[in-house]
């Protein structure tokens, strides 16, 4: 399955951003709400865990879940930012060297178990159950989302490949979501995509229309559905009061309503 592929070369793009850090370097705050880069890695890992988990020991999965929303409330009532400590916990604070290791064998392991199986075999989640293809996606897009803000904190340009298709297919397809989610009604029509790929390649999606566009990178369409640029930080060409909305609100990920960064607030770090 080429998604269990993608997931696989974006993973080890990711460990080549990390794999020579310093314990202090992992330390870094970076701008995704303070969370260290440590912190993030310790995230992709525990819900890659998670998803693997969902496809192959389905009881395993449900019990950490159960396991997970217990802690999270639990540290929410004490003023503790939920998700971030239990992770820590639950990997009694794993970090450094010991946890870029142990984050890369797993990945390793898990991308080729999502290959080998039925791409639409149903394997359950947070909300809805999902396909095993939509499945491994999601981690890509997970994945590739939450590495921008390591990218940023080094100061370093992300070389992107093609494979943000699928994260772009991602987008598109939350059109519904993200109006829903935000206790809206999606106006119709869904505006026409034409972006640019890493490699040059122009993709277009929907049915072409003047007045409701979107032009432009698509990789900074990717940035902007997965909340890690505001829309005006990117160059993208909006066209039309739909299109113009999706952006100011659009979030491709699961949860309650999420606000976007501010403008100028997720950049790449200089100086």
Same mark, same amino acid.
């Given at each position: 399955?080429?998604?269990?592929?993608?997931?696989?070369?974006?993973?080890?793009?990711?460990?080549? *951003?990390?794999?020579?850090?310093?314990?202090?370097?992992?330390?870094?705050?970076?701008?995704?709400?303070?969370?260290?880069?440590?912190?993030?890695?310790?995230? @992709?890992?525990?819900?890659?865990?998670?998803?693997?988990?969902?496809?192959?020991?389905?009881?395993?999965?449900?019990?950490?879940?159960?396991?997970?929303?217990?802690?999270?409330?639990?540290?929410?009532?004490?003023?503790?930012?939920?998700?971030?400590?239990?992770?820590?916990?639950?990997?009694?604070?794993?970090?450094?060297?010991? *946890?870029?290791?142990?984050?890369?064998?797993?990945?390793?392991?898990?991308?080729?178990?999502?290959?080998?199986?039925?791409?639409?075999?149903?394997?359950?989640?947070?909300?809805?159950?999902?396909?095993?293809?939509?499945?491994?996606?999601?981690? *890509?897009?997970?994945?590739?989302?939450?590495?921008?803000?390591?990218?940023?904190?080094?100061?370093?340009?992300?070389?992107?490949?093609?494979?943000?298709?699928?994260?772009?297919?991602?987008?598109?397809?939350?059109?519904?979501?993200?109006?829903?989610?935000?206790?809206?009604?999606?106006?119709?029509?869904?505006?026409?995509?034409? @972006?640019?790929?890493?490699?040059?390649?122009?993709?277009?999606?929907?049915?072409?229309?003047?007045?409701?566009?979107?032009?432009? *990178?698509?990789?900074?369409?990717?940035?902007?559905?997965?909340?890690?640029?505001?829309?005006?930080?990117?160059?993208?060409?909006?066209?039309?009061?739909?299109?113009?909305?999706?952006?100011?609100?659009?979030?491709?990920?699961?949860?309650?309503?999420?606000?976007?960064?501010?403008?100028?607030?997720?950049?790449?770090?200089?100086?």
């Amino acid at each position: 399955m080429e998604q269990a592929q993608d997931f696989l070369d974006e993973s080890e793009a990711i460990y080549a *951003l990390v794999k020579d850090l310093s314990d202090q370097e992992m330390e870094q705050e970076t701008g995704f709400k303070g969370w260290t880069i440590n912190a993030i890695i310790r995230h @992709l890992h525990i819900w890659n865990m998670a998803a693997y988990w969902s496809l192959t020991e389905p009881e395993k999965f449900h019990a950490f879940f159960k396991e997970a929303m217990t802690a999270m409330k639990e540290n929410a009532r004490k003023g503790q930012t939920s998700m971030r400590f239990f992770e820590a916990d639950y990997l009694d604070n794993l970090s450094g060297a010991d *946890l870029v290791k142990t984050w890369r064998d797993f990945y390793q392991k898990m991308a080729p178990e999502f290959g080998a199986a039925d791409p639409a075999m149903r394997v359950e989640w947070a909300g809805p159950s999902m396909s095993v293809r939509s499945s491994i996606t999601a981690r *890509l897009m997970e994945n590739w989302s939450h590495a921008q803000a390591i990218y940023d904190v080094l100061g370093l340009k992300r070389e992107n490949a093609d494979r943000i298709r699928n994260i772009v297919m991602i987008g598109l397809n939350t059109y519904g979501w993200t109006f829903k989610v935000n206790g809206e009604e999606a106006p119709q029509p869904v505006p026409y995509l034409k @972006l640019t790929a890493p490699s040059g390649a122009v993709w277009d999606f929907g049915e072409e229309r003047e007045e409701e566009r979107i032009e432009g *990178l698509a990789e900074e369409f990717c940035q902007v559905v997965t909340q890690t640029r505001n829309i005006a930080d990117t160059n993208l060409k909006v066209t039309g009061p739909n299109a113009t909305r999706w952006m100011a609100i659009a979030q491709c990920f699961a949860g309650g309503a999420e606000t976007p960064p501010a403008p100028g607030t997720r950049s790449i770090k200089t100086g």
